[in-house]
């Protein structure tokens, strides 16, 4: 095992342009580990996402993957980390000509050279992972909602992923479909050993199951920790995170982020 941490960030500044985005961002996923990343709308999130896929880079800082920078990547190497690596995107878009079979196949027959036959059972194998038989034939049209997040998470495994990165995985679903969705996601995330994040705007749902909570406002890191930690934190502004408050703490004090962390951790 590597002595490093899977997914590291070390000071990484990001602007669009002279627009600062993120900034002072250190954290570190261990191998096999699921973070959460939560914060507000325009925080930074997907930004994050991208830092680690390499479709963007850093202005300043490090983005490090079991201790290599990626800025180091050569094309080449920039490609093998990709490969080794499952994105699931909030709409989770299947594409829509295609059946379940040949959207789950997709990734098989553009990044390998499987035959055939072994991809039809590799197929049917992550269609059986996320709780789906029989439905190889169906269009995406003849999916419910829960049932195309499901077969989106096949095609997101379907090359058993070293790094599972999801952007909001939950949006649209009625609760119990996310809550199927969550338990499958977690349960993938264990089975696959493969290390994760996720970002959500559900709390209690992601606490349940991953193993660590990094938290964004307005582009800085207000919170790192366990799941644990952060139930016990029980702040203001938490609070009015989680349960979608239009007032409190976070729109008065911004941005005056040392104060806001003090109210935070003290
Ligand atoms: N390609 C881009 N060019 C310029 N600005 C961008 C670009 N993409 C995002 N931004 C800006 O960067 C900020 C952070 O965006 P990001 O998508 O990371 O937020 P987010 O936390 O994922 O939000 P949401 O919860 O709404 O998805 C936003 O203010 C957004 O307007
Ligand atoms: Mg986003």
């Given at each position: 095992m590597s002595p490093f941490p899977f997914i590291e960030m070390k000071d990484v500044a990001f602007a669009y342009g002279d627009r600062p985005i993120l900034k002072n961002i250190n954290f570190s996923i261990p191998q096999g580990n699921f973070a959460a990343v939560m914060g507000g709308s325009g925080s930074g999130k997907t930004t994050l996402m991208r830092l680690i896929t390499g479709q963007?880079?850093?202005?300043?800082?490090?983005?490090?993957?079991?201790?290599?920078?990626?800025?180091?990547?050569?094309?080449?190497?920039?490609?093998?980390?990709?490969?080794?690596?499952?994105?699931?995107?909030?709409?989770?878009?299947?594409?829509?000509?295609?059946?379940?079979?040949?959207?789950?196949?997709?990734?098989?027959?553009?990044?390998?050279?499987?035959?055939?036959?072994?991809?039809?059972?590799?197929?049917?194998?992550?269609?059986?992972?996320?709780?789906?038989?029989?439905?190889?034939?169906?269009?995406?049209?003849?999916?419910?909602?829960?049932?195309?997040?499901?077969?989106?998470?096949a095609r997101t495994i379907a090359l058993d992923p070293e790094i599972m990165l999801y952007d909001e995985p939950f949006t649209g679903l009625d609760p119990i479909s996310l809550g199927v969705i969550a338990h499958l996601i977690s349960r993938v995330n264990k089975a696959l050993r493969s290390t994760s994040i996720m970002v959500t705007h559900d709390i209690e749902k992601s606490l349940e199951i991953v193993d660590q909570v990094i938290f964004l406002a307005h582009g800085e890191i207000m919170f790192s920790g366990s799941p644990q930690e952060m139930r016990e934190l029980d702040s203001p502004w938490v609070r009015q995170f989680v349960g979608g408050l239009a007032d409190g703490p976070v729109a008065y004090r911004y941005p005056a982020q040392t104060s806001l962390q003090q109210d935070l951790l003290g």
């Open positions: 963007i880079r850093p202005q300043s800082g490090q983005v490090l993957i079991e201790g290599w920078d990626l800025a180091g990547f050569s094309a080449d190497e920039l490609y093998e980390h990709r490969r080794r690596m499952g994105v699931l995107f909030q709409h989770g878009a299947l594409f829509t000509d295609l059946s379940v079979f040949d959207n789950i196949a997709f990734p098989m027959r553009e990044l390998t050279r499987l035959p055939e036959a072994v991809i039809r059972d590799l197929v049917l194998l992550k269609l059986n992972a996320v709780g789906l038989r029989g439905v190889e034939n169906l269009m995406p049209s003849e999916l419910s909602g829960g049932m195309s997040r499901r077969v989106a998470l």
